[in-house]
């Protein structure tokens, strides 16, 4: 049952971000994009409000386009597994600068804590394995943050790791949602367009 | 049109011009020709998807890197991206998009024609540019139209080549 998980998502993923260096921050739409906003706003963090599915193939593209930036995309139960087979496609493509991680709460938490798929059988590592990841890491506790920044940042990718996150109600962190407004900072935080 | 002018070449010819390195695919039998042109140049990255949604994400994150790339699939595959195409469009990223068209023209098989005859309009109906073309002739200046629109304007593009120029398979039926 989700109650059972115990990591606290907000602290969890500021302490994460406090380690990126200069990793690119692909959050999915929902909780990862409230969570990086909360931990301090920052061009790199490409915001998103909508296109679930989205969060790893995005990430893979911007990965692909820059390999000497380590980039992270940062999901949710829900949309990795509406995505589930762009994994099969990280894989292909082998990107070596690529970490996902799953913010696993077990439900869909922004439409009314509806049970998810990973609330019982259904095992994430395993299918990043099945598709050729490698190198998965499963996380429950919440003083395992350093090691899972240490692999996120610093492991040659692709790396999918799942962090098992309590529900929790957290106070709104809304960022900015002009799509053009945010590619736009990222693409000059990038020296892709100028300022 | 003979075969040293086959709309592929001329297409790929128009790719390589403008610098898109990337071509993200569901193959199509109509697509072929290109996509064995993509996987053969070794400047160019062929990523096989496992559902055309996934390209607009990438084709997305490439423009934000500072890249160019595109997609190519068949018609059936413009259903599994409309929602997908809010990202590109929300961001003013450009999606450059070649559809090589089923259930549109001598068909043979009944369950392409309902998402074949759908296709324009609902590319329409969420803000795509379509350049339909109907001859082979017109192919290369339909993807050339629809590509600068799409990395000059910042626009969703999709490029239609008719089954006419593909042509029907017939599945060896009369």
New interface residues.
Partial sequence: MATSNKINRRPFVATLLAQRGNALV?PGLGSPTWDCSAAGDSPEY?YS??????????????????PDRRVLALTGDGEMLM?I??L??VS??GAKNLSILVLDNESFGETGRQTGLTSERADLCAVARGFGISRTMHVTEQGKADELASFLFKEEGPCFAVAKIALSEDPWSLPVKD??A??RR??IA???EKA | MTEETHWSDEVFREIKKREIDTVCTIPDGGLTRLLNLVKADRDMRLITLTTEEEGMGIVTGQWLGGKRSMIAMQSSGVGNCINALGLPAVMRAPCLMLVTMRGQWGEFNPWQVQMGQATRPVLEAVGVKCFPADDPKDVAPAFVGAADLAFQGGFSCAVLVSQQVIGAKGFGQK
């Fill in positions: 692909i490409l409000w909508g296109g679930m599915g989205l969060a790893v193939p995005t990430a893979l593209g911007v990965a692909l386009a820059r995505g087979g762009s099969g496609v292909a493509q799509g053009t945010i590619a990222f693409r990038l020296g892709v």
